[in-house]
């Protein structure tokens, strides 16, 4: 019997547009079941459905003129689409996506459970004490509060993105530099943590405890030659599914080349029983 794989890849584009070509020339090679897309910076209808359709995907998205913007292509149909939290907030940001699929088991029409795939773009936080900040901690609020209503623990959820927090150290190229910087702040990672205590692992320092694996390096300062960067884009998955993953990693070479986005993909391959 061969085993079933999938495989969620999430990339912070920094605009769709201005990304396009390369989004569809990683689609073509890595061909991912789900990419989950960030800051796509254009509103629903400058979304290029046409040309993801024609790469063979549909593209559940949660898009905002100029900013923000989070997207989740797949080949499949989802069953169900959230925007935002639906927590009743005043605040309209594009920044959560989340889509249920029925995932089909050993090709059996009885064997099909849910799998939910959540796209987030972490506020950024401006700087430690500004009110971009407070927002940030609070939209973790939020999210920890989404997850407690709508979803358990033994539930097939990943919880994909960019978080703008480095949970970690070892997940800083200079943590004594960067020592109370926003990214880094003790607040951000205690918000990061409260999220992740629903339930949640972190599939790659799961695998690879000790690899730095930076997803982001500034534009500035030749950061990427120079391998200063900061790991802050994130697969996180509940327990029954973070048990699946075989491999988590960073793809560099879109980082490298003409008009990369300051973020690299993050991509996580799981082997379903």
């Not at 794989?5 to 689609?27: C, E, H, P, Y």
């Not at 995932?103 to 799998?115: A, F, R, Y």
């Not at 407070?134 to 960019?162: C, M, N, S």
């Not at 190229?173 to 702040?185: G, K, L, V």
Request: proline letters at 6%.
């Amino acid at each position: 019997m061969t085993k079933k794989s999938i495989k969620i890849a999430t990339w912070n584009v920094n605009s769709v547009g201005q990304r396009l070509d390369r989004m569809l020339a990683f689609l073509e090679r890595e061909t991912p079941d789900f990419l989950c897309l960030q800051e796509l910076k254009g509103a629903d209808e400058k979304f290029p459905m046409e040309a993801v359709i024609a790469a063979g995907y549909r593209a559940e998205i949660f898009g905002q003129k100029a900013y923000n913007g989070v997207a989740i292509l797949s080949k499949m149909n989802p069953v169900s689409v959230t925007r935002n939290f639906g927590d009743g907030v005043d605040d309209a940001a594009a920044r959560f996506l989340a889509a249920t699929y029925e995932v089909d088991l050993e090709g059996k029409p009885q064997s099909k459970i849910p799998l939910t795939i959540m796209s987030s773009y972490i506020p950024n936080g401006q700087s430690i004490g500004s009110e971009k900040y407070i927002y940030k901690l609070e939209w973790f609020q939020r999210l920890r509060k989404y997850l407690d209503t709508h979803h358990r623990p033994d539930d097939l959820v990943a919880l994909v993105g960019d978080f703008n927090v480095a949970p970690n150290d070892i997940d800083v190229y200079d943590p004594a530099a960067w020592r109370d910087h926003i990214h880094t702040s003790i607040k951000e990672r205690q918000g990061l943590r409260q999220v992740v205590n629903f339930g949640l692992v972190d599939t790659f320092r799961h695998l690879y405890p000790d690899e730095p694996g930076y997803s982001w390096w500034d534009y500035r300062q030749m950061s990427f030659l120079q391998n200063k960067g900061l790991r802050i884009d994130l697969i996180y998955a509940t327990p029954p599914l973070a048990e699946l993953c075989r491999e988590v990693r960073v793809d560099r070479n879109e980082r490298k080349g003409e008009k990369p986005s300051d973020h690299a993909p993050v991509i996580a391959s799981f082997e379903l029983p």
